[in-house]
């Protein structure tokens, strides 16, 4: 038996296998942190000599060995939005539970940014993308399936690269329904930007309701607009403003940063949300319900999307390559039933034949 490495020195793999009296190949198996650890006593009395050893594996030394860096690219628009910061730290989750380490880069939502992040993550040898930036006319997921490199979309999908998404559909309409079966007719729907394919779904989703319930909206009633506050904002002072005219009572917001827009829009005309106007966001994120007005809010399963990504890279080939998870309604304080006070209004959501 060789003996262990003197103290003061780095111990070694070789150090672990003669001091516990197997082969190197054996302490190589018994220390592997990539599959389930084996139970054997052999293999624990491995482990217990390395630990007593202070031996420390050098996962990047061997993962090189095998032509990998068990490390996964994330690119996100911008990690100041909730959802995007959220979305990573489910990803450094699932990522980790699997063996692998995540970093990310940002875009800014920018088609020339985003290519430039990408290839600098690929520069430090990433064993895959997980992209939370997807257009449906980005030519990034085309040129990675081109290449063969391994890839999943997050949150938003072009439809053909391996794709974890919400089912943004289900998830619009279960906000839309949900204010229909309040008692409202005259709803408002503000989405996101119309190159993600979760505006697009989210709004399909708000359309089926609508159409179910016989109801047709004006369509300045039905607005496209960026996912961040402002955008809100601005779309709540078109809908809710003096020159508006007639005004929604109901308004289903495509995300919570889009709610608090509208919010705050709201607060500027003197409207009351969950009095005056009923309101719904998207993805409910942790301050939905701290506000004083308590949001409504469709809930979607970041932890399971996250996990489902990192499967899709590391066990590459299993159908669907789209796979969706199912989003709730939490419904709460901001969606009322239509206030009752002054005399009837005009409805603008006219029934259909």
């Known amino acids: 038996m060789e003996p262990a490495a003197a103290p003061g020195t780095s111990v070694t793999l070789r150090d672990v296998a003669a001091a516990s009296g197997v082969s190197i190949s054996t302490a190589s198996r018994a220390l592997d942190e990539r599959g389930t650890a084996s139970r054997s006593a052999a293999a624990a009395h491995v482990r217990k000599v390395a630990e007593e050893l202070g031996y420390r594996r050098n996962s990047f030394a061997s993962s090189l060995r095998r032509g990998e860096t068990r490390t996964l690219g994330v690119l996100v628009p911008r990690l100041s939005d909730t959802v995007m910061a959220l979305m990573f730290e489910e990803l450094e989750r699932a990522a980790s539970d699997r063996g692998y380490f995540a970093m990310?880069?940002?875009?800014?939502?920018?088609?020339?940014?985003?290519?430039?992040a990408a290839?600098?993550?690929?520069?430090?040898?990433?064993?895959g993308l997980i992209l939370a930036t997807a257009?449906?006319?980005?030519?990034?997921?085309?040129?990675?399936?081109?290449?063969?490199i391994a890839h999943a979309l997050v949150l938003r999908t072009d439809g053909v690269s391996p794709s974890a998404v919400g089912d943004d559909e289900v998830g619009g309409y279960l906000a839309v329904r949900h204010l229909i079966d309040l008692g409202h007719r005259d709803i408002a729907v503000i989405t996101g930007p119309s190159f993600t394919s979760s505006a697009i779904a989210r709004l399909a989703g708000a359309r089926r309701a609508l159409d179910e319930a016989r109801i047709t909206p004006p369509e300045e009633w039905l607005l496209a607009a960026g996912y961040g506050i402002e955008n809100g904002f601005n779309a709540g002072e078109a809908l809710l403003g003096d020159k508006a005219g007639t005004r929604p009572t109901a308004i289903f917001a495509a995300n919570d940063n889009i709610a608090l827009g509208i919010i705050a829009a709201a607060h500027r005309f003197h409207i009351t949300v969950g009095e005056d106007l009923a309101l719904v966001g998207y993805n409910d994120t942790p301050l939905s319900a701290r506000l004083s007005t308590p949001l409504s809010s469709v809930r979607v399963p970041l932890d399971q999307i996250a996990g489902t990504a990192i499967d899709l890279i590391v066990n590459p080939g299993k159908e669907p390559r789209i796979r969706k998870s199912m989003p709730t309604l939490i419904p709460r304080e901001s969606s009322g039933s239509p206030r009752q006070?002054?005399?009837?209004?005009q409805s603008a959501g006219q029934g259909r034949a």
């Open 135 to 148: 257009r449906l006319d980005d030519e990034l997921p085309r040129q990675l399936r081109q290449r063969g």
């Open 104 to 116: 990310v880069a940002t875009s800014g939502d920018d088609p020339e940014d985003e290519r430039r």
């Open 341 to 345: 006070s002054g005399p009837p209004r």
């Open 119 to 127: 290839e600098t993550l690929l520069d430090r040898n990433v064993d």
